[in-house]
């Protein structure tokens, strides 16, 4: 095989894995057995996909999509930031998901503090 060639097939490949990646529906791993483990899994369980291994965080008990968001689109070009209505969420599935405390102030989004249910990126 020439240096051509397999150049050729490995970007054909990547392609291949980057389109597979890109219609995952993204369905998590299930969480531990609760009958055995004695912490908080929705604190401590991460989020990581079943059909193509992409780590999305961590779980939460919360969100629709069961991962944790720490910004919303409010600081997107476009979206009305004085409307608490119309600031969302991009879910995994990139799904608009709507923020569902209204007074949520996104002037201070950051990772300490999850928009659905509080808790930190940085887990201790």
Not at 18 to 47: I, N, V
């Amino acid at each position: 095989m020439t240096p051509e060639d397999r150049l050729s097939k490995i970007r054909a490949l990547e392609a291949e894995a980057h389109e597979l990646e890109r219609t995952c529906p993204h369905e998590l791993k299930p969480m531990r057995d609760p009958s055995r483990f004695k912490t908080d899994q929705w604190y401590s369980e991460g989020a990581t996909c079943r059909g193509c291994g992409n780590d999305f965080g961590w779980r939460c008990d919360k969100s629709p999509d069961e991962v944790c968001h720490y910004y919303s689109d409010a600081n997107n070009e476009g979206v009305n930031c004085d409307d608490a209505k119309d600031r969302h969420v991009l879910s995994i599935r990139d799904e608009r998901m709507p923020i569902p405390n209204h007074d949520w102030n996104h002037c201070h989004e950051t990772p300490d503090c999850c928009i659905f249910c509080g808790h930190p990126e940085e887990r201790k």
